[in-house]
C-alpha cells in the first residue's frame, strides 16, 4: 500500500498501464489530505507490517555507526518506527521530532525510551546547537518542502564529526509520472519521463502513502545540497529487495546514504 505498491502496477499511483502519450486530468481524484489526516491510517499499516518500512529500517540501521553513547534524533518521525529501533539498537539519548501532532501521538502511544517533540524539520527550533551525535532521516526528507532548510537545521544540532543518516524514496525510479513496463524477458521494469522536472506531486492511488503528496528532485539536488551544507558522503546504498514488489529486485526502491558534518 505504499512506494512499492505503488510501483507494483505504477511509480506513483493505480492507473491502468497506457501510453505515455494519453494526457490525464492533473487534479481529479487528487487527494488533499494531510500528515496529520493519514496519521492513524499510516500507524495502522506500518504496525500491520509493511514490506517497504521493513526494508527502509533495514537500510538505516545498515548505514548507522555503533549507537554506544549516542545522542540521536530522528527527523520526520512519523509514528516513531525507526526512533524505536534506534533506542532499541542502543543509543544513550534518543529523541523523535515529526511537524504532525497526530503522528507524534501515536509515536508516543507505542512507548520505548525515546522521548518526543512536535517541531518543523526545516528549523529543528526546540533543539540546540551541537545537541546531537548523529541524526536519522527515514522516508521523509522527500515529504518536506525546503531541503536545504532541512539540511541547514540538521547540521545546525550536529556536532562536528556527527553523522546524519537518510534513506529517500529512490528519486531516479520513484519519479511521479513512470509507468509499470515489462521488459523483453517478461521482467517487470519501469518507464521514467520528467525526471528533471523538479516539483511537489500527490498521487492518486488512495491507499497509497504518497498521496499525501511528496516533493521530486533529482539525486544531483540531494548530494550538492548535502555538500553545500557541509556534509561528505561516507556510504550509500540501494537496497535490492523482493519483499514486497518483484520490480525492487531489478530496481531500487530507496536510496540511502551516511553524511558526516565536517568542522565548520
Ligand atoms: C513517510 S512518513 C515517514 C515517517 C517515519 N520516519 C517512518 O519511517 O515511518 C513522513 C513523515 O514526515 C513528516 N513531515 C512532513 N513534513 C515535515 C516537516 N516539515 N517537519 C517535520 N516532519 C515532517 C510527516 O508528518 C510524516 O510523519
Redesign the pocket.
Known sequence: MWFGHCHSRHAGDDRERRPLRVKRSKTAGVSNET?SDIAGW?DAL?EAGSGP?ET?LQCLLGLVPGMDGQAVL??????G??TRAVAEAGAARVVG????EA?IGHARGHGGEATYVV????RLARFGDREFDGVTC???LM???DLDATLAAVRRVLRDGGWFVFVIGHPCFLVPDALPAQAADGRPAVTVTGYFDERFWRSKNPNG?RRVGNHHRTLTTYLNSLVRHGFALEEVAEPRTENHVPLYAEVPIFFAARVRAERR
Do not use: R
Not at 530522528?74 to 509514528?79: A, K, R
Not at 521530532?97 to 504532525?100: A, E, G, I, N, P
Not at 517541531?119 to 526545516?122: G, M, S
Open positions: 500528515w499510516y506500518v518500512h527502509a530522528d527527523v520526520g518521525c512519523g509514528q518506527l525507526a521530532t515529526d511537524s504532525s503522528m517541531d518543523d524539520a526545516q527515514q522516508l521523509a515529504d518536506i518542502p502513502v
